[in-house]
């Protein structure tokens, strides 16, 4: 299974697309240039520089102690940053010029944080540049990827349970609950699934949990649609016909043999319903429904620099934009592998 899977080149380059977001947004804040929590660090005096800027600057406040959860949070602001020039240190005083100014300043040692080499003079370079508020936009791009990747995975998996369950009660029970079921999935269905997630962000609100139960109950429609229609044709298979007349419980049958003949059709429809759940999350944000700033989204992020499009820092909305188009495709060209994969009657390597 494994080696036809990697003989489809949509595959690959799907999951090879999806490894370079993945691999980043796992490591999260341990690679980030900025660490705090939501990468939210504001240096207004470094709004909107290029990609590739580096700056200098000295750490004031008063250190805080790193804990284990950091590494998956991000760390608390120690204290403010002055991106200043050092240019002279003595026994109890720093002396410094400040970014875009020209006078020496002083301030005291006991002040300042050190690093880890014991200095105060601190170095970054903004591979991505900084957006309008001074933060580090490839911070804040790495930390959007996992969202995007939380969001995605946990709307699948609450789509997958909803879907398959309802589908499988209609197609294998039939009758009855089979026409008032139908009904309700034609409901969902006739709604376009944006307004159905906007309609929910409305009810319950802005945050990450909200986003995630807003995209989760918009998805599971068409899983649940396919589920039943495979189920109506496995009701009717003699293993099924025999484990009935076995004497065999209605959801002992479902789990224990319906189910697993559905796995290489729920794998398909995760992979493309984890694209639609990624795309309706950046749209929710982008609308400002989605998830509460300053938590870093993809699509809000394209929200905050559409007006830079216009102008020579156009990258600032673009980047986030092309990453969600990036990630969105890999997910399809895997859908589209395992497609091809999984049935047997279809021989090309796309």
């Not at 807003?214 to 899983?223: I, M």
Request: some cysteine; aromatic content about 10%; proline content about 4%.
């Amino acid at each position: 299974m494994l080696r036809r899977l990697w003989q489809k080149t949509a595959f690959k380059i799907g999951i090879i697309t999806t490894g370079i977001f993945a691999v980043p947004a796992l490591l999260g804040y341990i690679i980030t240039p900025d660490n705090t929590r939501e990468c939210n660090r504001i240096i207004p005096e470094l709004a909107n520089k290029p990609p590739g800027f580096y700056f200098t600057y000295i750490l004031a406040g008063k250190p805080l102690q790193t804990s284990f959860s950091d590494y998956f949070t991000g760390a608390q602001s120690e204290g403010s940053v002055i991106p200043c020039k050092v240019t002279k240190q003595t026994k109890d005083s720093v002396y410094y010029i400040a970014y875009a100014e020209t006078l020496t300043q002083a301030v005291h040692k006991n002040s300042l944080i050190v690093n880890e080499e014991g200095r105060f003079e601190r170095s970054q370079t903004a591979l991505l540049g900084t957006d309008r508020f001074g933060r580090d936009m490839l911070s804040r791009l790495v930390i959007g990827a996992r969202v995007s990747l939380v969001v995605g995975l946990v709307s699948v998996i609450i789509s997958l349970l909803i879907g398959t369950l309802i589908g499988m009660m209609a197609g294998y029970y039939g009758g009855r609950t089979d026409s008032v079921l139908s009904w309700f999935i034609a409901v969902f269905w006739s709604i376009p699934t944006l307004l159905i997630a906007l309609g929910l962000s409305f009810a319950f609100g802005k945050g990450l949990w909200q986003v995630l139960l807003a995209t989760g109950l918009s998805t599971w429609v068409e899983v649940a649609r396919v589920v039943r229609g495979q189920t109506l044709q496995l009701r009717q298979k003699e293993f099924i016909l025999a484990s009935i007349i076995t004497g065999f419980k209605p959801f002992y049958i479902m789990r224990k043999h319906i189910l697993p003949n559905l796995k290489g059709t729920l794998t398909v429809m995760a992979t493309t319903n984890f694209a639609a759940a990624i795309l309706l999350e950046s749209g929710l944000s982008f609308l400002g429904l989605g998830l509460a700033p300053p938590t870093p989204s993809w699509g809000m992020m394209v929200k905050e620099h559409l007006g830079n499009l216009v102008l020579d820092n156009a990258y600032l909305a673009l980047v986030p934009g092309m990453a969600i188009m990036a990630l969105v495709m890999a997910f399809n060209l895997m859908s589209m592998g395992l497609r091809d994969a999984l049935d047997t009657r279809i021989t090309s390597n796309i």
